[in-house]
């Protein structure tokens, strides 16, 4: 019993230093071996005792990657997706962001590249090829692309 309790009372110390997914959790019992019957129950405790909540966790992964990082929908999907992470929960997540600044931000970044890109004097062609590889690369959609840089370029 002493094993259990102070195995639970190092993953809540680990799940309250910041949100965590169930697969984070689950890797680090099993990293302090804690395995079988007993990693199920100390999941379920931390569940039941709300230290481990995916949605929250999900929430919090978009609202980081977003805000800090300017990641697209797609690139932030496909880490929760890589977390192991339901797909309810990435959709709850995915919630915590405003369509308007989305697509406000998207412009915004393109317009900056756009500058930085003609500075160095490239044409048309290459320059909308760049734009949307950029932009890809951070996780958009190819339609939300298209539909920015065509307000860019003009």
Same mark, same amino acid.
């Given at each position: 019993?002493?094993?259990?309790?102070?195995? $639970?009372?190092?993953?809540?110390?680990?799940?309250?230093?910041? !949100?965590?997914?169930? &697969?984070?959790?689950? &890797?680090? $019992?099993?990293? /302090?071996?804690? +395995?079988?019957? =007993?990693?199920?129950? /100390?999941?379920?405790?931390? /569940?039941? !005792?709300?230290?481990? *909540?995916?949605?929250?966790?999900?929430?919090?992964?978009?609202?980081?990657?977003?805000?800090?990082?300017?990641?697209?929908?797609?690139?932030?999907?496909?880490?929760?997706?890589?977390?192991? %992470?339901?797909?309810?929960?990435?959709?709850?997540?995915? #919630?915590?962001?405003?369509?308007?600044?989305?697509?406000?931000?998207? =412009?915004? *970044?393109? @317009?900056?590249?756009?500058? /930085?890109?003609?500075?160095?004097?490239? &044409?048309?062609?290459?320059?909308? &090829?760049?734009?949307?590889? +950029?932009?890809? @690369?951070?996780?958009? =959609? @190819?339609?939300?692309? *298209? *539909? %920015?840089? =065509? !307000? %860019? #370029?003009?």
């Amino acid at each position: 019993m002493y094993f259990y309790e102070e195995n $639970l009372k190092k993953l809540q110390r680990f799940c309250t230093y910041q !949100d965590r997914c169930h &697969s984070e959790v689950r &890797s680090k $019992l099993i990293k /302090i071996k804690v +395995y079988g019957d =007993t990693l199920e129950q /100390i999941m379920a405790d931390l /569940i039941k !005792d709300d230290f481990l *909540n995916e949605e929250r966790y999900a929430r919090s992964y978009v609202r980081g990657k977003y805000r800090q990082s300017k990641w697209g929908r797609q690139k932030i999907k496909q880490g929760l997706k890589a977390k192991q %992470v339901s797909e309810y929960c990435i959709k709850k997540g995915l #919630l915590e962001i405003d369509q308007a600044e989305y697509m406000e931000y998207l =412009t915004e *970044n393109l @317009s900056k590249k756009k500058d /930085i890109y003609e500075g160095r004097g490239l &044409s048309n062609y290459p320059l909308r &090829s760049k734009l949307f590889q +950029y932009a890809m @690369s951070r996780g958009f =959609t @190819s339609e939300e692309i *298209n *539909n %920015v840089l =065509t !307000d %860019v #370029l003009e």
